[in-house]
């Protein structure tokens, strides 16, 4: 490796000398009053809140800036030493990151197709991360993930900051004294307005300042087929995942954590992109049920105005997101913030006041100083099962046909909150003049999971939709298969 720098060896290996390494090319051992040093990878808009929540923790130093977009760099320079008196090395291609020996940890918020790459790239430098949700853009790239963690012993922390909030990890401590009973049901919902993205007749000028070969990445070289390169994406599949896995993985994730629920053994997508016309190809009307055997969770998504023109989005018990657990002796209600348990009859017993998970960036820094990676609140391994839950719900839509509404509500009536879910779902659509009690739905029927070998061993086109657990990628952007 020292004959090499880490670029050429990655281009060289194309997925298989790789193999041949046994440890990262190095890795300084940190002390507890050692600065940690830091990149952040894709600044545009949530890497460059992490970053200044980061150089926030105390011996944390920002050394370095990614982003494919000058303009972006510029900026966020700009802010930097505003907020810090330093300036940071700028560089447009992260592996020039992975390149240095002086960075010891990188933040990760690009576009959710280039997360995998990046955090394994990291680990095979020798460097600690922490990467936002989704974890990755398909179950192969999750895999992947944790395999290069594990094997290059580096702390990766996901992104999925509601499990550090103080009152939810209250509620987890009360739940724990065994008042509350049998856990029943789980219901969330993540309910938000997000505008159609408009429809182009050709491809879109490329910003002079942004290098598009970077920013596609592993995804093909082709022309930009949407109004808007930044953002915008996320309601693409070639790079993101939809509002199930934008801020819906939240939501799931939580949700699991608290229930004590691993990867689902069935899942259920009804749902499809509805009332927008646009250059988007997600789901903004998703209703998942995932089954455990034992217990169901119910997850829904939407992403359209509660009425026409309105500027709020659909809610359930008040609120436009959330998770509900249902107990014997009442439900819990809350998410990011905390929440509260009300019993039978309605009445508050207990709140649990939350700050929206404020020290889980700390909490990375901490595990990066003990190397504990078991002292992570949601480490990699976490981040990837609740991300495999968006996609295998992405995937279902995908294969879904459209089944008559009576067929779909039969086929909910076992599952509690189900029917009344689908429900709430043709009362909102008929808002907008569709009867989907006449139209129908997409449904995917149930598909049969095994998480372990990431695929799917029955269902409506599980064979179809076993070929979407992974990604095709574009030399020399490769997920290898060994990491």
Same mark, same amino acid.
């Given at each position: 490796? @020292?004959?090499?720098?880490?670029?050429?060896?990655?281009?060289?290996?194309?997925?298989?000398?790789?193999?041949?390494?046994?440890?990262?090319?190095?890795?300084?051992?940190?002390?507890?009053?050692?600065?940690?040093?830091?990149?952040?990878?894709?600044?545009?808009?949530?890497?460059? %809140?992490?970053?200044?929540?980061?150089?926030?923790?105390? @011996?944390?130093?920002?050394?370095?800036?990614?982003?494919?977009?000058?303009?972006?760099?510029?900026?966020?320079?700009?802010?930097?030493?505003?907020?810090?008196?330093?300036?940071? $090395?700028?560089?447009?291609?992260?592996?020039?990151?992975?390149?240095?020996?002086? *960075?010891?940890?990188?933040?990760?918020?690009?576009?959710?197709?280039? %997360?995998?790459?990046?955090?394994?790239?990291?680990?095979?430098?020798?460097?600690?991360?922490?990467? /936002?949700?989704?974890?990755?853009?398909?179950?192969?790239?999750?895999?992947?993930?944790?395999?290069?963690?594990?094997?290059?012993?580096? *702390?990766?922390?996901?992104?999925?900051?509601?499990?550090?909030? #103080?009152?939810?990890?209250?509620?987890?401590?009360?739940?724990?004294?065994?008042?509350?009973?049998?856990?029943?049901?789980?219901?969330?919902?993540?309910?938000? &307005? &997000?505008?159609?993205?408009?429809?182009? #007749?050709?491809?879109?000028?490329?910003?002079?300042?942004?290098?598009? !070969?970077?920013?596609?990445?592993?995804?093909?070289?082709?022309?930009?087929?949407?109004?808007?390169?930044?953002?915008?994406? %996320?309601?693409?599949?070639?790079?993101?995942?939809? /509002?199930?896995? @934008? !801020?819906? $993985?939240?939501?799931?994730?939580?949700?699991?954590?608290?229930?004590?629920?691993?990867?689902?053994?069935?899942?259920?997508?009804?749902?499809?992109?509805?009332?927008? !016309?646009?250059?988007?190809?997600?789901? !903004? $009307?998703?209703?998942?049920?995932?089954?455990?055997?034992?217990?169901?969770? $119910?997850?829904?998504?939407?992403?359209?105005? /509660?009425?026409?023109?309105? =500027?709020?989005?659909? =809610?359930?018990?008040?609120?436009?997101?959330?998770?509900?657990?249902?107990?014997?002796?009442?439900?819990?209600?809350?998410?990011?913030?905390?929440?509260?348990?009300?019993?039978?009859?309605?009445? =508050?017993?207990?709140?649990?006041?939350?700050?929206?998970?404020?020290?889980?960036?700390?909490?990375?820094?901490?595990?990066?100083?003990? &190397?504990?990676?078991?002292?992570?609140?949601?480490?990699?391994? /976490?981040?990837?099962?609740?991300?495999?839950?968006?996609?295998?719900?992405?995937?279902?839509?995908?294969?879904?046909?459209?089944?008559?509404?009576?067929?779909?509500?039969?086929?909910?009536?076992?599952?509690?909150?189900?029917?009344?879910?689908?429900?709430? *779902?043709?009362?909102?659509?008929?808002?907008?003049?569709?009867?989907?009690?006449?139209?129908?739905?997409?449904?995917?029927?149930?598909?049969?999971?095994?998480?372990? &070998?990431?695929?799917?061993?029955?269902?409506?086109?599980?064979?179809?939709? @076993?070929?979407?657990?992974?990604?095709?990628?574009?030399?020399?952007?490769?997920?290898?298969?060994?990491?």
């Amino acid at each position: 490796m @020292n004959e090499l720098t880490r670029r050429r060896f990655l281009q060289a290996s194309a997925g298989v000398a790789a193999t041949a390494m046994a440890a990262p090319a190095w890795s300084r051992v940190l002390g507890s009053n050692d600065k940690i040093r830091v990149a952040a990878v894709g600044i545009r808009s949530r890497g460059g %809140h992490l970053w200044d929540w980061a150089r926030k923790v105390p @011996n944390v130093e920002i050394a370095a800036l990614c982003d494919v977009d000058e303009r972006v760099l510029a900026q966020q320079q700009k802010k930097l030493v505003e907020r810090t008196g330093s300036e940071a $090395v700028l560089e447009q291609d992260m592996r020039r990151i992975f390149d240095r020996q002086d *960075i010891d940890a990188v933040l990760v918020a690009t576009p959710n197709h280039w %997360h995998a790459l990046a955090t394994i790239w990291a680990c095979q430098a020798g460097m600690d991360v922490y990467c /936002e949700k989704p974890v990755s853009h398909s179950p192969f790239e999750g895999r992947q993930m944790v395999a290069a963690a594990r094997k290059y012993e580096r *702390i990766v922390q996901s992104g999925l900051q509601n499990r550090s909030d #103080t009152g939810l990890r209250r509620f987890m401590d009360w739940q724990a004294d065994g008042h509350l009973g049998k856990l029943n049901h789980v219901h969330t919902a993540w309910f938000r &307005r &997000r505008d159609p993205i408009g429809r182009v #007749t050709g491809p879109t000028a490329i910003p002079s300042e942004v290098d598009y !070969n970077l920013f596609c990445g592993p995804r093909e070289h082709g022309p930009l087929m949407r109004k808007n390169l930044h953002y915008d994406w %996320h309601w693409q599949s070639p790079f993101g995942n939809g /509002e199930l896995a @934008n !801020n819906g $993985v939240h939501i799931i994730d939580e949700s699991r954590w608290m229930a004590g629920l691993g990867a689902p053994k069935r899942v259920m997508h009804i749902g499809e992109r509805l009332v927008w !016309n646009d250059d988007s190809d997600t789901p !903004n $009307v998703c209703l998942l049920v995932f089954d455990y055997g034992h217990i169901r969770m $119910v997850a829904e998504t939407r992403s359209l105005p /509660e009425t026409p023109g309105a =500027k709020g989005a659909w =809610k359930r018990n008040g609120r436009e997101m959330g998770s509900c657990l249902y107990y014997d002796q009442g439900v819990f209600i809350g998410s990011r913030g905390g929440g509260a348990f009300y019993d039978p009859a309605g009445e =508050k017993v207990e709140d649990f006041k939350g700050d929206s998970g404020g020290g889980h960036m700390k909490n990375f820094f901490d595990a990066i100083q003990s &190397r504990d990676r078991s002292s992570l609140i949601t480490e990699i391994d /976490e981040g990837r099962i609740s991300t495999d839950m968006c996609h295998y719900g992405n995937i279902a839509a995908y294969v879904s046909p459209r089944m008559a509404y009576a067929e779909v509500r039969d086929l909910l009536a076992d599952t509690q909150g189900g029917v009344a879910s689908l429900e709430s *779902i043709r009362a909102h659509m008929a808002g907008y003049g569709m009867d989907i009690e006449s139209r129908g739905i997409a449904c995917s029927g149930w598909m049969e999971l095994d998480d372990e &070998r990431k695929w799917f061993v029955s269902g409506h086109h599980a064979a179809t939709a @076993n070929g979407l657990m992974r990604d095709q990628y574009r030399e020399p952007f490769v997920v290898p298969e060994q990491v």
